[in-house]
């Protein structure tokens, strides 16, 4: 079975008690057992991580290089701000889907320009947490 990583960034382990409003009530966790049960239909092998730290993102996305077939990440704080994230997913030869649940381009202005977007091969913005459902489906279509 292809392997395929699910990638969250900071703040995203809060999902369903972090700003409702915007992310929805969903928990991580159920977004994480979705994907897994999504990718097992699609027939893929899911793994799913969420770090607060930069770094740790830069070494799974490296680590990777070696038996995944593609990544959907939602880098959440660091779509902004990480050249080191761009450079990792720079060396990764699978797709890769970015994925944002709000529209970041009706947020703050700051939040309008992703780094990760120069190397996505697809990206969903606000389509709610739907859109890692979206992301496996594009990978599926991919692969």
Known sequence: MKQILLLNGPNLNLLGTRQP???GHATLADVERDA???GTTL??????LQSNHEGQLVDWIQGARADVAGI???PAAYTHTSVAILD???MFDG???EVHISDIHKREEFR???F???RSDEVIIGQGVDGYQQALRMLAERL
């Open 21 to 23: 409003e915007l992310y």
């Open 36 to 38: 897994v049960a999504l």
């Open 43 to 48: 027939g893929f092998d899911v793994t799913c």
């Open 72 to 74: 959907v990440i939602n």
């Open 88 to 90: 990792a997913l720079n």
């Open 95 to 97: 797709p890769v889907i």
């Open 112 to 114: 309008h320009h992703s």
């Open 116 to 118: 990760v977007s120069y």
